[in-house]
């Protein structure tokens, strides 16, 4: 018990600390004698210590083991999280918690739920595929822009939204960039569900494994379809512009000639 390698508590039914190894001071980051005839539950966050108490109760009073997953601040720079695992001991008048500290899948957890969180709200259009380049993720941007939903993507090539504009030799220079682990930048033209053309920015990259192995390609697209408008309304002014100083010029050399003669 006292030099297990895996953290031990013993309890009383009230949950009074009556025991713990050398293991689970460790945990704690404190001396054995600090944890002396003191509520385990004091060392929880408050809003958790209801529910650690009745998960005490219920492995009292149904006599059987029992889970809880607890957040404890070790000091004020350090936080563990501990999967315990309670069981009553044979008495029955108290009980043998195992604490296992999950504190790297927790917080690999927390960090891809912020990463999906930030996908998820992100204005861009996010699509993910396989290496066959089957639509495996897509993001509520790219629904909303395309008209097509998340259940409709799914299994489908991106071609789905390829229109005429785009040239061949764009989707060549992309393929060949991706194929030798390389990022594509560049415009599309594409087309939604409904039949609409809009402009994207799209970046492509390729996703690899630890080995350094191509697994996904995920597109960042961005929809500059407005910025394209404004674009051609400038070349068409400027051209308008242009037209309007050789006509004038025309127009003068035109009077001056009449003059001359």
């Not at 005839?37 to 009073?61: C, D, E, G, H, S």
């Not at 010029?249 to 035109?254: A, F, M, S």
Request: proline residues 3%; aromatic residues 10%.
């Amino acid at each position: 018990y006292d030099f297990a390698p895996i953290g031990y508590i013993t309890v009383s039914k009230e949950g009074e600390i009556l025991n713990i190894n050398f293991a689970a001071t460790k945990i704690f980051d404190k001396e054995r004698f600090f944890f002396s005839k003191k509520q385990l539950a004091v060392f929880l966050p408050v809003n958790t210590r209801t529910q650690f108490n009745l998960f005490l109760q219920n492995i009292f009073i149904h006599k059987l083991t029992q889970t809880f997953d607890a957040r404890i601040s070790v000091n004020e720079n350090s936080t563990v999280y501990l999967h315990i695992v309670g069981s009553p001991s044979a008495n029955r008048e108290q009980c043998l918690l195992n604490l296992i500290d999950i504190t790297e899948r927790k917080l690999a957890e927390i960090q891809l739920k912020k990463i999906t969180q930030a996908i998820e709200q992100c204005s861009a259009s996010i699509v993910i595929t396989d290496l066959k380049a089957s639509i495996e993720y897509v993001n509520p941007a790219f629904t909303k822009l395309t008209g097509y939903s998340f259940e409709e993507s799914m299994g489908q090539n991106p071609s789905i939204l390829k229109s005429d504009i785009t040239p061949p030799s764009t989707y060549q220079e992309l393929w060949q960039n991706l194929a030798t682990n390389k990022e594509w930048q560049g415009e599309l033209c594409n087309r939604k569900k409904n039949g609409e053309l809009y402009w994207e920015q799209a970046t492509i990259s390729p996703v690899t494994n630890n080995e350094g192995k191509i697994t996904n390609y995920v597109a960042v697209n961005e929809n500059i379809t407005e910025r394209k408008k404004m674009q051609e309304a400038l070349k068409e002014n400027e051209l308008k512009i242009i037209k309007a100083i050789i006509k004038t010029q025309e127009d003068e050399r035109y009077e001056i000639g009449s003059e001359l003669h």
